[in-house]
């Protein structure tokens, strides 16, 4: 059922006051074929709305993606391959498959949101991303309303980044993927905050299950909860830059935090780089960055998507001014 002027306030994560025209739940590609065959001129489809600003009421429909799904496919000694709904709540799913003993996605646990967005943004935290264990991705082309597969090299994924996001930007509608998750542990640690923790729990043998509650807590410490103070997540995205722009920063501040992509690329917290710009912590209105974690930008009550949006570029431009570095959007601007 399609309901007219509906509050989005329940349906994303930064809290601003916004209504769309139209609203719709799907829990079924039939049920989401059916919708689009009625051709609506102008329509998103929204997961868990936890990387998205609305900067204005949104003019079309909305199609709420709530379809199910946590199927074993596959299974045998070594691996487990599961086909999982674009409706499902990922992190829900990551501590499902951690309490199996299966191993992949326990550094991506407490990432708010739908598995169907996983792909798109290829999300990452703690040196994993989805496209570490997606082997493909099942959607409904707009084109000709027929189900298609990708495979993981269909989807092109890159850093923060897949085809959705750009050549079948509102061209595709994601149902369900395909993981492949591992009954051999091998666990990336490489964050210093994952080896701290260890040491401070004094684990002798971690499992996926250990990992992932290890994930949260330091997740907790630094991360405002969308449900008590509104945000989008991380803002912006991490820039890579090169080696000679990186060793340039690295010796005017030689506590740098940084990560050596390959031998001609570094990555630079997009964090730390608005920190030492001055806004770690600084309210602008009603809207700001969080205390714990500049990257993310709050909803400091009352707040409207343009507020937010305004408070971004101007963040942008002074990072840009100290460092001559471009820090881009990893959140969606509707």
């Known amino acids: 059922m399609i309901?007219?002027?509906?509050?989005?306030?329940?349906?994303?994560?930064?809290?601003?006051?916004?209504?769309?025209?139209?609203?719709?739940?799907?829990?079924?590609?039939?049920?989401?074929v059916k919708i689009l065959k009625e051709q609506p001129k102008k329509f998103l489809l929204l997961g868990g709305g936890s990387n998205i600003l609305f900067t204005q009421d949104f003019e079309g429909l909305i199609i709420k993606n709530e379809i199910p799904g946590f199927e074993v496919i596959n299974e045998t000694d070594d691996y487990v391959d599961i086909q999982i709904g674009a409706g499902e709540n990922w992190h829900e799913t990551v501590m499902k498959t951690v309490q199996k003993g299966w191993q992949g996605i326990e550094n991506l646990a407490l990432i708010?949101?739908?598995?169907g967005a996983a792909p798109i943004q290829n999300i990452g935290a703690y040196g994993v991303e989805a496209k570490d264990v997606i082997l493909s991705v099942d959607f409904i082309n707009h084109d000709n309303l027929e189900k298609t597969t990708f495979s993981k090299e269909e989807c092109h994924f890159g850093y923060r980044n897949s085809i959705f996001k750009h050549d079948l930007k509102g061209k595709a509608s994601i149902t369900s993927?395909?993981?492949?998750?591992s009954k051999k542990w091998k666990f990336n640690t490489?964050?210093?905050?994952?080896?701290?923790?260890i040491l401070e729990k004094n684990i002798k043998e971690l499992t996926p299950d250990s990992l992932a509650n290890i994930i949260i807590e330091i997740?907790?410490?630094?991360?405002?909860?969308?449900?008590?103070?509104?945000n989008c997540g991380?803002?912006?995205?991490n820039p890579v830059v090169s080696k000679l722009e990186a060793d340039k920063i690295i010796s005017k501040f030689p506590n740098a935090p940084h990560y050596v992509i390959d031998e001609n690329h570094t990555k630079i917290p997009a964090g730390w780089l608005i920190e030492q710009s001055g806004w770690k912590g600084k309210i602008k209105g009603n809207v700001g960055t969080y205390s714990k974690q500049a990257l993310v930008l709050i909803n400091n009550g009352g707040a409207t998507g343009e507020e937010a949006?305004?408070?971004?570029?101007?963040?942008?431009?002074?990072?840009?001014t100290k460092?001559?570095?471009?820090?881009?959007p990893e959140v969606n601007i509707i």
Do not use: C
């Open 3 to 32: 309901e007219p002027n509906i509050s989005l306030l329940p349906y994303h994560t930064f809290g601003a006051k916004v209504q769309a025209k139209e609203f719709t739940t799907v829990k079924s590609e039939n049920e989401l």
């Open 112 to 115: 708010p949101g739908t598995v």
């Open 177 to 181: 993927i395909k993981i492949r998750l």
């Open 190 to 197: 490489s964050y210093g905050a994952i080896n701290d923790k």
């Open 219 to 230: 997740r907790n410490s630094k991360l405002p909860d969308p449900k008590v103070i509104g």
């Open 234 to 237: 991380s803002f912006f995205k």
């Open 309 to 320: 949006w305004d408070l971004a570029m101007t963040i942008k431009r002074d990072v840009f």
């Open 323 to 328: 460092f001559g570095i471009e820090i881009e």
